[in-house]
């Protein structure tokens, strides 16, 4: 099992900057790829980044993608999802997930956060 626990949503206003962290626990943190998801009310659960166990490969979103940067730190077992040049339309509750295989860009992975809401005025 891994337990997935993310933080560092709040308000922002267009424009600003938040940067997200998933701390992970249970496992070793290098045997996953980690992902970013986003859910905004009324919408399916979306892709938003995702990471390679060694960090060395991203993937994103066409709408984040130039504003949104993934990273880790296996050292600290978390990743990380920093998000400048915020807008309203990414407001959503943000959940990291960790599978075994490559990074995905579908919902397939095998464990997920709690979420953390992201929330940006305009």
């Known amino acids: 099992q891994v337990q997935l626990v993310e933080s560092g949503g709040g308000l922002v206003q267009a424009g600003g900057s938040l940067r997200l962290s998933c701390a992970a626990s249970?496992?070793?943190?290098?045997?996953?790829?980690m992902g970013w998801f986003r859910q905004a009310p009324g919408k399916e659960r979306e892709f938003v980044a995702a990471i390679s166990r060694s960090g060395r490969t991203t993937y994103y979103a066409d709408s984040v993608k130039g504003r949104f940067t993934i990273s880790r730190d296996n050292a600290k077992n978390t990743v990380y999802l920093q998000m400048n040049s915020l807008k309203p339309e990414d407001t959503a509750v943000y959940y990291c997930a960790a599978r075994t295989e490559r990074p995905s860009l579908q919902r397939d992975y095998d464990y997920w956060g709690q979420g953390t809401q992201v929330t940006v005025s305009s």
């Open positions: 249970g496992r070793t943190f290098s045997d996953y790829a």
